[in-house]
């Protein structure tokens, strides 16, 4: 079994190896002039998967063991529910204000459906949140692979630097990924720091570490799907 410092940096080399920024959906909506119609299918995509999001780190408290890791949970609960620590908003209320930008209606919000794969994305976490026994795995797919996802840079910029060339989008328009470029950073060092702390065996760091694999799998073949199904309606 690795000590608790060890594997934190195990778990953070998993993670960096299986960020999204390379993949071809990426390349698509970065270049230009830009892929307006891919870019609000992503978003609402997108969507569907911060629609969970908070509720997720409901079921990581709820179902944490450990007290002092339980409060750092409650304090991410109440940054995604209030915006308050940031200074913003709701996080979900964020992520409203971007799908308003790219010009897509409240009414488009409530009636878009997960596609496959990210429905699949959805599901396999709620699976490991719904399940005390597997809190690490879950905290390790929550709170590092999913939070990480906002770590991403490419060539030095990261999203919220990227899309307003190409798009024309505000400062304001991009809150939400502002936002969290900045608080993932202290919410993935916080996962880390759980799963290290609750697993006190080598088969729960295997566990947790095969969930960041398993969840950053999820997150390409969502990738995947929303590519997919753009490109099979511009061939229709």
């Given at each position: 079994m690795m000590e608790a410092a060890e594997f934190r940096k195990t778990m953070e080399k998993a993670l960096h190896g299986r960020l999204g920024r390379e993949h071809a959906i990426v390349a698509e909506l970065e270049k230009?002039?830009?892929?307006l119609p891919l870019l609000r299918m992503f978003a609402l995509q997108g969507y569907q998967l911060t629609k969970n999001f908070a509720r997720y780190v409901g079921g990581l408290?709820?179902?944490?063991?450990?007290?002092?890791?339980?409060?750092?949970?409650?304090?991410?609960?109440?940054?995604?529910?209030?915006?308050?620590?940031?200074?913003?908003?709701?996080?979900?209320?964020?992520?409203?204000?971007?799908?308003?930008?790219?010009?897509?209606?409240e009414e488009q919000m409530?009636?878009?459906?997960?596609?496959?794969?990210?429905?699949?994305?959805?599901?396999?976490?709620?699976?490991?949140?719904?399940?005390?026994?597997?809190?690490?795995?879950?905290?390790?797919?929550?709170?590092?692979?999913?939070?990480?996802?906002?770590?991403?840079?490419?060539?030095?910029?990261?999203?919220?630097?990227?899309?307003?060339?190409?798009?024309?989008?505000?400062?304001?328009?991009?809150?939400?990924?502002?936002?969290?470029?900045?608080?993932?950073?202290?919410?993935?060092?916080?996962?880390l720091h759980i799963v290290a702390g609750v697993c006190d065996s080598q088969q729960m760091q295997d566990e947790a570490l095969q969930a960041i694999h398993d969840t950053c799998d999820r997150f390409e073949w969502y990738f995947d799907g929303v590519l997919q199904i753009y490109q099979e309606g511009i061939a229709a």
């Open positions: 230009p002039p830009g892929n408290y709820h179902h944490c063991p450990i007290e002092k890791y339980r409060i750092r949970l409650a304090i991410n609960l109440y940054e995604e529910e209030t915006g308050k620590l940031s200074k913003s908003d709701n996080h979900l209320r964020l992520m409203q204000k971007f799908l308003r930008a790219l010009g897509i209606s409530e009636t878009a459906r997960a596609f496959p794969a990210t429905q699949e994305l959805i599901d396999w976490r709620w699976q490991l949140v719904n399940d005390r026994a597997s809190f690490h795995r879950a905290a390790a797919a929550i709170a590092i692979a999913s939070e990480g996802q906002n770590l991403e840079q490419k060539a030095g910029k990261a999203t919220k630097d990227l899309l307003p060339g190409i798009y024309g989008l505000s400062a304001k328009d991009l809150q939400f990924f502002t936002v969290h470029a900045t608080e993932d950073v202290y919410h993935v060092r916080d996962g």
